[in-house]
């Protein structure tokens, strides 16, 4: 598990807006926004937008998956085991049937996952499963995931949706799902009926009750605006997906009806330095970036309590954090960071080069606008300029907005390898993080990951601002939803009422 901080912990708390509400009568369908665009529905490849991964791991499932509190539950496998040296995953196959009829044998549950990991190469997901070495059947309905090296978060990768495995290109899933067009309204990207389905059409024992305590979940896909504006106005009782580029339209009037949950994630929240060329083709000149940033300034816009600023990539909540790498600048205060970094500036117009004049790719939304203003006065104080172009759009900086999939080093050095991104990078870093990889001592790989953020780091190729933020609207009532530390709010637990 992931340790958390006495400040981490206010964190964790929800912020709790206006009164309450009986919801929904109890049996009847369950109305959910999912922020998003048309591409939610696009749920195969191995890049999914996030709205993408909830519905794929609703209707696709992998060997195991998570419940409402990001536990790891069975799907395809109903029990595993773990080998002594933590480098072979041993896993039973569930009876039941893949969709079109056939077994869930261990033959057809290896090659699916053979095939999905390979997918999955060139991402920072497949780095993460790197040290899978084999996968092979044992006997009919048991395989074994070897490893190189052990990996005590195996269980939480193989949960990911991008995981989820298919036969003859059809996935096996807890829930259908039915398209119904286009989501009422201007911001709506589609709308969709999920519904459970029933053990028995799954291959699976029938369970009594099922269907007295299932609904549907009548799903909108909409712009965070129209998905606050829908359940202000009682159309909808769940809001899932809401990012900080749209955390202050949670705020706005209307929710006496219910409540804005925020989750108590980790993982990057900066900005990637897209093109090295120019004035940040010099490490120097990256930092200066960093170093002109007035963090707690940023932050304190959105007015969250527990919220706080880092200049670390790795989250010092990680387990496998040995403290070797520590928040920069500690001794400096703003005015002094921000001469350093105006005498940079100063030094490259000298040399004969206009004023930097940087583009930054990040999406629309009020959240973002606040983040650009803070970052546009920022830049301008060391002599920079600051230009937004839509996300997608060719630019020198990217923002960057992640939660980690699981509570270790290696998720946030993973998405900076040079196999991963495209701009700056560091060779060094990447070579330690690899030998990290591939250590069987837990000591010895930490210190190679403490070494690998030191370099990585030092490449200034990624300016960390803080941990993300993460919110759902909720109204009093509803079940099957929990904060929990990977944001993820499984669509599955909302369809099934309590005993």
């Not at 291959?203 to 799903?219: T, V, Y």
């Not at 703003?334 to 030094?347: F, G, I």
Request: hydrophobic share 45%; charged share 20%.
């Amino acid at each position: 598990m992931v340790r958390r901080s006495r400040t981490a912990l206010a964190f964790l708390l929800p912020l709790v807006l206006l009164g309450a509400s009986c919801g929904r009568a109890k049996h009847g369908p369950l109305p959910v926004a999912l922020v998003g665009d048309a591409d939610a529905f696009r749920t195969s490849g191995a890049r999914l937008s996030p709205a993408a991964q909830v519905l794929r791991a609703a209707t696709i499932e992998g060997l195991v998956g998570f419940d409402a509190e990001g536990r790891v539950v069975p799907a395809l496998a109903d029990r595993w085991i773990v080998t002594d040296d933590g480098q072979s995953y041993i896993f039973r196959l569930r009876d039941g049937t893949w969709p079109d009829g056939s077994p869930v044998s261990a033959e057809s549950a290896a090659a699916a996952l053979r095939k999905t990991l390979a997918a999955l190469s060139g991402t920072a997901l497949g780095l993460d499963l790197a040290p899978i070495d084999d996968v092979r059947m044992m006997a009919d309905r048991v395989i074994e995931v070897d490893l190189d090296a052990p990996m005590p978060d195996l269980l939480t990768l193989l949960a990911q949706p991008e995981l989820g495995l298919a036969h003859d290109k059809r996935g096996a899933g807890p829930m259908g799902l039915k398209r119904e067009g286009e989501a009422a309204g201007a911001g709506g990207a589609g709308a969709a009926v999920l519904a459970l389905i029933p053990p028995d059409k799954r291959g699976l024992p029938p369970q009594e009750g099922f269907a007295a305590r299932s609904r549907p979940i009548h799903l909108e896909v909409a712009s965070a605006a129209r998905a606050v504006e829908r359940f202000n106005d009682g159309y909808v009782d769940a809001v899932l997906g809401g990012r900080i580029d749209s955390l202050p339209l949670a705020g706005v009037g209307g929710l006496t009806r219910g409540n804005v949950q925020i989750d108590p994630v980790i993982g990057l929240f900066g900005l990637m330095i897209e093109r090295g060329d120019g004035f940040l083709s010099q490490a120097l000149n990256r930092e200066a970036l960093a170093l002109a940033i007035d963090r707690p300034a940023l932050l304190a816009a959105f007015n969250v309590g527990g919220w706080e600023p880092t200049t670390r990539i790795v989250s010092a909540d990680v387990e496998d954090d040995t403290g070797a790498v520590r928040e920069r600048w500690a001794a400096l205060d703003l005015p002094t960071r921000r001469s350093s970094a105006a005498e940079r500036v100063a030094r490259w117009k000298a040399a004969g080069n206009a004023p930097p004049v940087l583009r930054i790719a990040m999406p629309d939304g009020p959240g973002s606008q606040l983040v650009l203003a803070h970052l546009t006065a920022d830049f301008a104080a060391i002599g920079v300029g600051l230009n937004r172009v839509p996300e997608g759009t060719r630019a020198e900086l990217r923002l960057v907005d992640s939660v980690a999939r699981y509570g270790r080093a290696t998720w946030f050095l993973n998405q900076l390898a040079c196999a991963v991104q495209k701009g700056v990078c560091s060779p060094v870093g990447d070579d330690l993080l690899a030998q990290a990889r591939r250590a069987v001592d837990p000591r010895q790989r930490a210190a190679l990951l403490g070494q690998a953020e030191g370099e990585i780091t030092a490449a200034n190729g990624f300016i960390p601002i803080a941990r993300p933020l993460r919110w759902s609207l909720v109204r009093s009532g509803v079940t099957g939803f929990a904060l929990n530390p990977w944001g993820w709010h499984p669509l599955p637990p909302l369809a099934m009422l309590p005993k």
